[in-house]
């Protein structure tokens, strides 16, 4: 692929230039030259087998890791520059079956980030109750439940709520439905897209599934050995001559005799 311009455009809210990955005393770097720009208000599905760098490439964005070489800018600053506490902060995390603190309840897990920022207890407590409704548990129903009285569904749902908790300008993703049931997946997707379409987060997407990226996606990055093979909208996705696209696409195909 070729680089991306070096000036930073307004719209751009993470840009990845040059940005090469590998972990101390490894050689074969897990991303590779990585350039890519993610555009304010769109959902950016990151989509690649098992190794290809896809946490990876989420984990630079909130300084969880700094790249070997090349740089990573948020809101035009390189995440270097950037407090790392002050860029989770706002930065919405949300990972695979939700990470909530065991022995927090549902309300003091989604508004953790609030509390650390400061907030008042009367505006912790009316935000802790829109989000929750928001995501569609009844506050009066769930503040009070611990996770583990929670099903794997409503526990994503949490997660979700927590992430949005200090109404971060960017959310990351990574495989947040890939531990759930099929039909609890397919509803939290349908959840999700509603969701989007009326907060218009930036969002970075981690999956593994095409059809996910494909439902949830409004570009699709296909990653392959640490490097973007493909990055486009998912209409051109499926039309993609590309050999790794041509091989998801084929998975979508039902076997003869269904």
């Known amino acids: 692929m070729k680089s991306q311009s070096s000036n930073q455009p307004t719209d751009t809210v993470v840009h990845f230039r040059g940005v090469t990955y590998a972990p101390p005393g490894v050689n074969a770097p ?3 030259a990585l350039d890519l ?21 989420l984990r630079l964005v909130n300084r969880l890791l700094e790249p070997t070489a090349g740089e990573v800018l948020v809101e035009g600053r390189d995440t270097r520059a950037w407090d790392a506490i002050e860029l989770r902060r ?52 769930f503040s009070s439940r611990l996770p583990a009285e929670l099903s794997g569904g409503q526990r994503q749902r949490v997660g979700v709520a927590r992430a949005l908790a200090a109404d971060p300008p960017l959310l990351l993703m990574d495989e947040p439905f890939g531990a759930l049931d099929p039909l609890t997946r397919a509803a939290l997707q349908r959840e999700f897209v509603t969701l989007q379409k009326r907060l218009n987060k930036t969002v970075i997407f981690v999956t593994h599934d095409v059809r996910e990226a494909l439902m949830l996606g409004t570009r699709v990055a296909l990653m392959s050995a640490g490097r973007i093979v493909l990055l486009d909208t998912p209409g051109a996705f499926l039309d993609s001559e590309e050999p790794h696209a041509r091989a998801y696409r084929e998975t979508l195909a039902l076997p003869e005799g269904l």
């Open 90 to 141: 706002r930065t919405g995390y949300v990972i695979q079956d939700a990470g909530l603190f065991p022995h927090f309840s549902v309300g003091r897990n989604v508004g953790l980030v609030p509390v650390l920022e400061g907030w008042d207890e009367p505006r912790v407590s009316a935000r802790v109750e829109e989000l929750l409704r928001l995501v569609g548990l009844d506050p009066d129903k």
């Open 37 to 57: 720009e993610v555009r304010r208000g769109e959902t950016l599905v990151l989509l690649g087998e098992s190794g290809c760098g896809k946490t990876t490439t």
């Open 30 to 32: 897990i991303i590779d």
